[in-house]
């Protein structure tokens, strides 16, 4: 079973338009971790943030910002005035405490493809 | 520090063919990964190593077999490649989790094998 759902396959903006990205997860466990990854065109993966179970605060790094919600279980990524350079695939990924012996091994959604056009 | 380095950065092999896919990374971590990802599909956990001397299967490890060379170094081999192996193959380290924390990963830039 999916473990972490991205239901947007694709998103386009024109730039500056604010944008938000859904993450909805599933797990038994109630430590936990979650990650947002962004893969632009040149295809490297990018570390963009990592929240456990249990620090439900929001955050804001520049035009970025998450929303975690325990309660439904989403882990939203909101980018802020996008930019033409903010078009790349972005992954949401999960974490379990059960896999400890597995070194955390991450459980990725398939990905939410950005296209900012100027 | 180079971070994670793969090579190569592309192949083809002809079905049947062997290769191994080289890892290494400079960050002194202890666990470390192999994600394919294919269109569509996100990435998908091939093998692991949490530690030096320990590996272990993933969610789709069939068709492939890894060795932890030592703490820097963790390979993965295609003993007979086939076509439904064509993708792009991740390799990823990072620190060990301590105190239940889990670390991020960080990734190689990748290696795009096509299989014919």
């Known amino acids: 079973a999916q473990k972490v759902t991205q239901a947007q396959t694709e998103i386009s903006v024109v730039e500056k338009e604010d944008v938000t990205l859904d993450c909805v997860y599933e797990t038994r466990d109630t430590t936990y971790y979650l990650f947002w990854y962004k893969q632009p065109p040149s295809g490297e993966l990018v570390f963009l943030i990592r929240?456990?179970?249990?620090?439900?605060q929001n955050e804001i790094s520049g035009r970025y910002s998450w929303n975690f919600q325990k309660s439904t279980s989403s882990f939203n990524f909101t980018i802020t005035a996008s930019q033409v350079v903010d078009s790349a695939v972005y992954f949401c990924a999960l974490s379990e405490a059960r896999n400890s012996n597995s070194g955390y091994a991450l459980n990725f959604g398939k990905g939410t493809s950005l296209l900012v056009t100027p | 520090n180079a971070g994670v380095t793969q090579t190569p950065k592309f192949q083809v092999l002809k079905t049947g063919q062997s290769m191994t896919l080289q890892c290494a990374q400079d960050m002194n971590h202890n666990s470390m990964y192999w994600y394919r990802q294919d269109p569509g599909m996100g990435l998908r956990l091939i093998y692991y190593s949490a530690s030096e001397g320990t590996t272990d299967k993933g969610e789709v490890p069939n068709g492939y077999n890894v060795s932890r060379l030592n703490k820097r170094e963790f390979s993965l081999r295609l003993e007979s490649a086939a076509p439904s192996q064509t993708s792009v193959y991740f390799c990823?380290?990072?620190?060990?989790?301590?105190?239940?924390?889990?670390?991020?990963?960080?990734f190689g830039p990748g290696t795009r094998l096509t299989v014919t």
């Open positions: 990823a380290s990072s620190e060990a989790p301590t105190g239940g924390s889990s670390y991020e990963q960080y």
């Open positions: 929240r456990n179970s249990f620090d439900e």
